[in-house]
Nanobody
Framework: QVQLDESGGGLVRTGGSLRLACSISGRTARMNHMAWFRQAPGKEREFVGGIDWRQNNVIYADSLKGRFAISEDNAKNTVYLQMNNLTPEETAVYYC???????????????????WGQGTQVTVSA
């Protein structure tokens, strides 16, 4: 059974940093993509960044390049999202998700992803 568990959320001040973790269990070799999304109150869920394990490639939403970074610890089956210089507008629930295959813009759409974690709340104070 596939399970994704996010952790590391919390309260941080404007300009601060947080590192989120997504612990993955039950992944099979056919599942080649994972991603981070976020959903702010009253807004649609949006793509943050993701990993293509088959291509060994990491992509980010254009607006987040340079401030957010995805890394992984294969020994712990955990993917991390390092977030720097946070702003109050980035207050949201952050989710990790996983799927078998995606390509191009499809990798940035939430409907592409089959498995989801429960989310972790990130609150950025002014």
């Amino acid at each position: 059974q596939v399970q994704l568990d996010e952790s590391g959320g919390g309260l941080v001040r404007t300009g601060g940093s947080l590192r989120l973790a997504c612990s993955i269990s039950g992944r099979t070799a056919r599942m080649n993509h994972m991603a981070w999304f976020r959903q702010a109150p009253g807004k649609e869920r949006e793509f943050v960044g993701g990993i293509d394990w088959r291509q060994n490639n990491v992509i980010y939403a254009d607006s987040l390049k340079g401030r957010f970074a995805i890394s992984e610890d294969n020994a712990k089956n955990t993917v991390y999202l390092q977030m720097n210089n946070l702003t109050p507008e980035e207050t949201a629930v952050y989710y990790c998700a996983m799927t078998f295959y995606c390509s191009g813009d499809g990798c940035q759409r939430q409907l592409t992803y089959v498995y989801w974690g429960q989310g972790t709340q990130v609150t950025v104070s002014a």
